[in-house]
């Protein structure tokens, strides 16, 4: 699904704070979103979190810089995280490049997967979205 020029793929859920999360089985990949990267502009530097570490939902996880700005991101969910994309640390534009590709950021074991519930779906961001667009 496409609103305006930003990417909103469906399969996904989404936070407030524009980072995604893709059920894997018993894991969740997450990242930022197409519009969060889009309003950054060109990212050249991700504080990545530490692997082995028990996160909750909406703890800041680290910083996506760009030239423009800083900004933080979240847990969308809670867990332990498993998994981090260090090719982001030489290469953070693949955020800019392809986010919900290449340019994850890290992988969490989820204590509790009903945690999703809170978050929306495609249609729902998107609506949010649309929301922000029009302001």
């Known amino acids: 699904m496409k609103i305006e020029d930003y990417e909103v793929p469906e399969g996904l859920y989404y936070s407030k704070d524009h980072e995604w999360l893709k059920v894997e089985r018993d894991v969740c990949r ?63 534009d693949l955020i800019n490049m392809s986010p919900y590709d290449e340019g994850w950021i890290a992988v969490i074991k989820p204590e509790n997967l009903e945690e999703i519930k809170v978050l929306m779906d495609s249609t729902k961001y998107a609506e949010l979205l649309k929301s922000i667009i029009k302001n």
């Open 30 to 92: 997450i990242g930022v979103t197409d519009y969060a990267q889009k309003s950054l502009h060109e990212i050249v530097f991700v504080d990545l979190p530490k692997c082995n570490i028990d996160v909750t939902s909406k703890q800041p996880l680290g910083t996506v810089e760009s030239v423009k700005a800083v900004s933080d991101y979240f847990a969308p969910i809670g867990g332990k995280i498993i998994e981090v994309n260090d090719v982001l640390s030489n290469k953070p």
